[in-house]
């Protein structure tokens, strides 16, 4: 037993000679046959030690048997321990390996082997073919008087000779052959970046570099158009229209173009050229920041979702204006311009295109330099008179055209109802739609004015017709349950409403009226002082409340703030006439 301890003692300090006990059963097997011969002759010293108490040295020989079995116990515990550590660094070596049998894709390897199989195959099959049509093409040698020795060496030459050739040509021509060759397109799927405010800031600044020359140009003709530097439009104007009236109008942007390149060539030489007709304002560069707080980061991604959504519904704005112009949105806009176009196309037909282009660039100049100055400088002329803006401006956006059939789907479904309730009840004939449509507008739990205990003219305005988003925070209370509540916010001519998720029922004790003539003060409010911004919420004070009530949580803070606000100020600063016709609807 000793000695098989000291050869698992000796193995396991050489841990890469150590092995598993479950993968070595050989070994485990001569381990306990050496025990086996062993222990007859220990025991038999050992008894006959045992045997003679009264010997000598006996009392000596038991204290060594006890620190003898001590040490085996230390022994047995050391050899405990290089078992466990051998099983975990075999349990985490079989964990490495099958995290590299799974991240190596062996399925693509093999895919892209037998892609390159096929193609070696495609080539040698294309290399048969082609030089079996050249030895088919080529004609057949003429019948010769010599014997048939004669005649199978001059073939043999020949045959050598054409071969030579076509691998000749081949060797030489093969390549530009092979770049004519159809492969299928492989899709490959392009990896996404994960978000980084650095790569974020960094990012933004070269987009605004890349379009800095872009909107430079853009300044520089709305200058040239208003006329900012008097003498280089009067000088443009005048080298345009002569080069107009002599056809040079296309050989003289193809001149500005060179003239232009040539000017950036100097400047990448290191010629300091700078024209411009407005002068360039350069705005200070911030040194990036290594590390941002997290409040950092979080105002850099709301500034940069704000220009992201701002830009976004421009291009949406300009891309759905195009899209409905052409698609009969609007059909009196797109007949203006279909009349336009035939016109257009009939003049192009019957004039000579030295004619046409001289009227086309005498227009364009005209319309640059002159008209379009008079009606920049003249708004009011320009909405009666320009009618390249004017059809611009009338054109609808995808979510206006909604918010129109929407409407128009509101009016049909309620007009039946108003009809038979004016029946029933004798309305008079003086109520306006407006009013009407207010009677059957409801929320979610029921008709608006039984939700909120008011009467049946009090509507939301047009700008919270679905209401706001928003939490409830009520600081005189101390419960919880009725400190914060989810809901939505509406504001009226004379109130501002707001309707608990939580109500079961309507008239729910738990929505809130406010009438506007009530309030003291209204401001914006900002709940977390930690959060970056001016905040999300809406401060309201009324003399029945100890401490202001709090609309927080809303996302379309600034416009609810703005309908509240200015509603506020027509209830405060409304005349006595106003009110009479109110009273009297």
């Known amino acids: 037993m000793l000695k ?81 550590i051998a099983l975990l660094e075999k349990h985490f070596l079989q964990e490495e390996l099958r995290k590299l049998r799974e991240e190596t894709n062996v399925e693509t390897l093999k895919q892209e082997l037998e892609k390159e199989r096929s193609k070696r195959v495609d080539l040698e099959q294309k290399m048969n073919e082609i030089l079996k049509t050249r030895l088919e093409d080529s004609p057949p040698p003429p019948p010769k008087a010599h014997g048939p020795t004669v005649n199978g060496t001059g073939e043999k030459q020949k045959e050598s000779l054409s071969s030579k050739l076509w691998k000749w040509l081949y060797e030489r021509f093969g390549v530009y052959i092979e770049d004519f060759r159809f492969q299928p397109e492989e899709n490959t799927v392009e990896t996404e970046e994960p978000l980084s405010a650095k790569r974020l800031t960094e990012n933004m600044r070269r987009l605004k570099r890349g379009a800095k020359p872009v909107t430079n140009f853009m300044r520089n003709l709305s200058a040239l158009s208003s006329w900012h530097s008097v003498y280089t439009s009067a000088i443009a104007f005048i080298i345009y229209m002569n080069a107009v009236w002599h056809g040079w109008a296309i050989p003289l942007f193809l001149f500005l173009a060179i003239l232009r390149l040539s000017l950036n060539y100097l400047i990448a030489k290191g010629w300091r050229i700078q024209w411009s007709i407005v002068p360039e304002v350069s705005e200070p560069m911030e040194p990036p920041k290594e590390d941002l707080t997290v409040s950092e980061k979080f105002q850099l991604v709301l500034d940069v979702a704000q220009k992201a959504q701002n830009l976004f519904g421009k291009m949406s704005d300009v891309l759905e204006k195009i899209k409905n112009l052409f698609m009969w949105v609007q059909p009196e806009i797109t007949q203006k311009l279909y009349i336009g176009l035939w016109m257009a196309f009939i003049a192009s037909c019957l004039l000579p295109y030295k004619l046409l282009g001289f009227i086309i660039g005498l227009y364009a100049g005209i319309k640059f330099f002159i008209i379009d100055f008079i009606f920049k400088s003249c708004p009011k002329l320009r909405d009666k008179y320009d009618t390249p803006y004017i059809i611009w401006k009338s054109l609808p956006t995808d979510p206006q055209l909604k918010e129109r059939n929407s409407a128009t789907l509101n009016r049909r479904q309620i007009q039946p109802v108003v009809a038979r309730g004016s029946l029933a009840a004798g309305v008079p004939s003086g109520i306006g739609r407006e009013e009407e449509s207010g009677r059957a507008y409801s929320t979610k739990r029921g008709p608006f004015h039984e939700v909120f205990n008011l009467s049946e003219n009090e509507r939301p305005l047009p700008v919270c017709e679905n209401g706001w988003r928003c939490c409830l925070i009520n600081r005189d209370r101390k419960m919880p349950t009725d400190y914060i509540r989810n ?42 002082s930690v959060l970056p911004g001016s905040g999300m919420g809406i401060s309201i004070a009324t003399p029945s409340t100890q401490k202001p009530l709090v609309f927080g949580a809303m996302i379309h803070r600034d416009e609810a703030f703005d309908a509240i606000f200015s509603q506020y100020t027509k209830i405060i600063g409304s005349t006595p006439s106003v009110t009479v016709t109110n009273s009297e609807t």
Do not use: W
């Open 4 to 84: 098989r301890l000291d050869k698992i003692r000796f193995r396991g300090q050489k841990r890469d000679e150590f092995l598993d006990l479950a993968e070595s059963p050989n070994a485990s097997d001569s381990e306990c046959n050496d025990d086996l011969l062993m222990k007859p002759r220990v025991s038999l010293k050992d008894a006959e030690e045992l045997r003679d108490p009264a010997g000598p040295g006996s009392i000596t020989m038991a204290a060594a048997i006890q620190d003898y079995q001590r040490t085996e116990s230390d022994r047995l515990n050391e050899v405990k321990g290089h078992l466990e």
């Open 487 to 528: 809901g939505v916010l509406y504001v009226t001519e004379n109130y501002l409403c707001f309707e608990s998720s939580s109500s079961r029922s309507a008239s729910s004790k738990k929505n809130k009226v406010i009438k506007l003539q009530d309030i003291t003060d209204i401001q914006k409010y900002k709940v977390l």
